[in-house]
């Protein structure tokens, strides 16, 4: 019979037939219903989107879906229908107040978590390996970026990375080795040697294949620093590192890592040497060049070897505004490894600074060298000294304890070092 209301345009998503109301759903489904309850003379209803649950026609515009092959003899159909028709995953059971996902109240009345925290995966997890192909560039470029959520979506354990500045070999790894024995997971190693150096370490050493992507690195030249960059770099690329040292191949640790781990963690500044000499070695090698970007009152001093956070840490490697400037006017002369860093990070974060070294260091003997030690100079005392020679301020208090490392120390130092590294460093 005819229907007693127009049907409606045909851009309307929905369709017109007549239905009982109190008709049940699943009597749609089958065909003999669907001609039974069309055959009869009853009220009309306008059912929304019809054609998802297969009542009456498609959607305009909608190509018809393409037979599916049927299973061959003894196959099944696992992921869909006998049609072959693809099933939909069940959609993901919320759980309430008090219940799990299945409804059963929870122990305690707390409330289920649906989803797990998200663990450290491969997005935030160190490479187990350093080597890749990176240029400078991209490598700046990739440790520069910064999540913008703070947080971390998984349970973080802050690292020490200790990068190793050196030209080859590394003498004194037999005493770094015991060092970081016990204490896997709270440190990282990163090695940056001569491109020509292949080291020759056992897989079960800390220094496996921990050598970067290295260049040659000249003293007082602007390559050494970026050496420093690189090996900074590199670093960052493992979200876990949150502090960084630079060593060479000539420290030493002068206390056990645990007292390392903690004084790096309780500070409130970073260690960055950076002083104001109005002498010949200090102001005298600054270029006028460098204004506007850096003035004369701000040009700064101090050692090479420094600890910064990963805040800091990430403004030297992002830095294109004083590297041009010290890369063409800090030379020849200039020794920018002594003042690119210094300068740059008292101009930007100076609040940021402790203004001192924790690395021991012995100018007395005079020349552009500090003072090496061998076999002959390593006693007790002369350790001991090392340890609390002096006084500094460490978060704005008096200590005696004003250096973790030290250095220079010649290969022959070893075994003596190693003989007093249980009662003096305290490990070994």
């Given amino acids: 019979p005819p229907l007693t209301h127009p049907p409606p345009p045909t851009s309307t998503p929905f369709v017109a037939f007549p239905i009982r109301r109190d008709a049940p759903r699943r009597a749609l489904k089958s065909g003999s219903s669907r001609r039974l309850l069309l055959s009869r003379r009853l009220p009309l209803v306008r059912v929304r989107d019809a054609v998802a649950r297969g009542v009456h026609g498609r959607r305009q515009g909608r190509p018809p879906r393409r037979p599916a092959a049927a299973p061959a003899a003894g196959e099944g159909v696992p992921d869909g229908d006998a049609q072959g028709v693809p099933r939909l995953p069940p959609p993901r059971r919320l759980p309430l107040r008090g219940r799990d996902v299945h409804g059963a109240p929870h122990a305690g009345g707390r409330r289920a978590r649906a989803v797990p925290p998200v663990p450290g995966g491969r997005w935030t997890r160190g490479p187990d390996r350093v080597e890749h192909a990176m240029a400078d560039g991209e490598l700046l470029w990739r440790a520069s970026f910064v999540p913008r959520v703070p947080g971390y979506p998984y349970r973080r354990v802050p690292k020490v ?46 220094f496996y294949r921990r050598q970067i992507p290295s260049k040659v690195a000249e003293w007082g030249e602007m390559t050494m620093c970026d050496a420093e960059r690189r090996l900074l770099a590199n670093a960052l690329l493992d979200i876990s590192n949150e502090w960084f040292v630079l060593v060479s191949e000539s420290c030493i640790p002068i206390f056990n890592f645990n007292t390392t781990y903690r004084y790096l963690q309780n500070s409130s500044q970073s260690f960055v040497m950076a002083f104001d000499d109005p002498g010949p070695y200090g102001r005298g090698r600054y270029n006028w060049n460098m204004t506007p970007e850096v003035e004369l009152t701000q040009w700064r001093k101090g050692s090479q070897w420094f600890e910064v956070n990963r805040e800091l840490a990430i403004e030297i490697v992002r ?67 090392v340890q609390e020679g002096r006084t500094c301020l460490y978060n704005g208090q008096n200590s005696t304890m004003c250096f973790l490392f030290a250095r220079k120390f010649a290969p022959s130092a070893l075994e003596p070092l190693l003989e007093l590294a249980p009662t003096v460093l305290g490990f070994g």
């Fill in 319 to 385: 830095d294109t505004l004083y590297y041009p400037k010290f890369k063409e006017f800090c030379r020849p002369h200039c020794y920018v490894d002594e003042h690119y860093f210094p300068t740059m990070l008292t101009i930007e974060a100076p609040q940021s600074l402790a203004n001192r070294s924790i690395t021991w260091v012995d100018w007395s003997r005079g020349g552009a060298h500090p003072a090496t030690f061998g076999r002959g100079d390593i006693t007790e005392e002369f350790l001991r000294r």
């Fill in 161 to 206: 990375a200790f990068m190793f500045l050196t030209r080859g070999p590394l003498p004194l790894a037999p005493l770094w080795e015991r060092f970081f024995r016990g204490h896997d997971g709270l440190y990282s190693v990163y090695v940056h040697a001569l491109p020509s150096y292949r080291a020759n370490f056992t897989t079960d050493s800390v």
